[in-house]
């Protein structure tokens, strides 16, 4: 995309089975909400640093994603940012993030690691919801809340160490987790 781009809009690229690699220019600030949705080809992204924002759906079903880097301008993983993106293993969500939306990483077959920052206070519904591989998650001392079903039918999720700042685990957060 080119540096005059500042904003990838609504649906922008949506459904594009095509579309195997994108690379922001710098000067984009914003990807906009379902913008890859159901690029079921897109295999990486490198988010430039200037990017602050990553809308609702933004990678929803982008199945074929291994590798995504998130700048550290970013505070917020967005609703169902990277919901079903079944291919990605890793994430690292970067310091500064301090919210990470309902369902943002729901349905991640493959996440076998996710190292969460120092700065995280919020862990929406349904954040991690069926990353059957997930083996161990480890808290920052800035948690407060982990919602509803945030980690449910994580089956292989074996360890949890919970911070003294975290003031609210809710119901079946962890159900399902063997």
Known sequence: MPSSAVYSGVESFSNNNELTGVTFAK??????ESAFQGCSSLAAITIPDG???IGDGAFYECSSLTAITIPDGVTMISESAFYRCSSLTAITIP???TTIAADAFDGYASLVSVTLPNSLKIIERGAFRGCA???SVAFPDSLETIGTEAFAYCVKLAS?????SLDNVEEFAFTWCD
Do not use: A, Q
């Open 27 to 32: 000067g984009v600030t914003t990807i906009g």
């Open 51 to 53: 990017v602050t924002s």
């Open 95 to 97: 310091d500064g993030v």
């Open 133 to 135: 591989r997930l083996t």
């Open 160 to 164: 949890v160490s919970f911070p003294d």
